[in-house]
């Protein structure tokens, strides 16, 4: 009969640690090359340690529960543009994947944008920039745990033409080839409005309670 392999608990590997007496430079060592086994494996990251989350993927597709809201709101039933995706789960008239690379295009009129989280940075500033566009309202899902960073503070929190809210509890992202499957709530989400319409649009959150959490606005 095969034997199964001891599974070491936390308390066994921390007694082994001890046991070793490491100085405190080798444990940071440890840590660190830790980290870096694990970030390769795509485990232990943001996604909340979840096997079928990996940090390292940029594809996974936003679920209905979070843009509907947003179609809602602009009372429509497609966005113009999906400008960052890997297939056009989302409903809109133009998807933008790695081919046409939304960072190359133009944006107008109600647009979408779920970007890989590890490179919000650049579609937040092109978001910005083609917000000046005539008749152009652009939506992101973009982390929760983001909003002192120079970019959110710049593009975002202080600008008068663009509205923030964190969504309550965890959200799931739909993973590709298991879309049958229900996403599993593992990460902080928030959604920010650019548009020149920011301040009737907070009202309209607000006012329905479309996201069940409060919109917010730069007072400049």
């Known amino acids: 009969m095969m034997t199964l392999p ?79 995706c890997s297939k056009d789960n989302i409903p809109a008239n133009i998807h933008y994947t790695k081919n046409e690379n939304g960072l190359l295009q133009k944006w107008s009129g109600l647009c979408f ?32 745990n983001r909003f002192e960073t120079g970019y959110m503070q710049n593009y975002i929190i202080n600008n008068p033409n663009a509205l923030w809210l964190i969504l309550p509890q965890k959200r799931g992202f739909i993973i590709p080839g298991a879309e049958d499957k229900k996403p599993i709530p593992s990460v902080g989400a928030a959604i920010a409005i650019m548009s020149a319409d920011a301040k009737v649009l907070q009202k309209e959150i607000n006012d329905k309670n479309l996201f069940k959490a409060s919109a917010f606005i730069s007072s400049e």
């Not at 970007?115 to 982390?143: L, M, V, Y």
């Open 6 to 84: 001891h599974q070491i608990t936390v308390t066994e590997a921390i007694n082994k640690i001890e046991a070793r007496q490491m100085a405190d430079d080798e444990l940071l060592l440890y840590e660190k090359a830790i980290k870096e086994i694990k970030k390769k494996r795509g485990i232990g990251n943001r996604y909340g340690g979840d096997e079928h989350y990996k940090s390292g993927r940029d594809d996974y597709m936003t679920p209905p529960d979070l843009y509907e809201p947003l179609l809602e709101l602009f009372q429509r039933d497609k966005f113009d543009i999906d400008v960052c």
């Open 113 to 144: 944008c779920n970007p890989p989280w590890n490179q919000t940075p650049k579609w937040i500033n092109k978001g910005f920039k083609e917000s000046a566009n005539p008749d152009t309202h652009i939506c992101f899902i973009i982390p929760a």
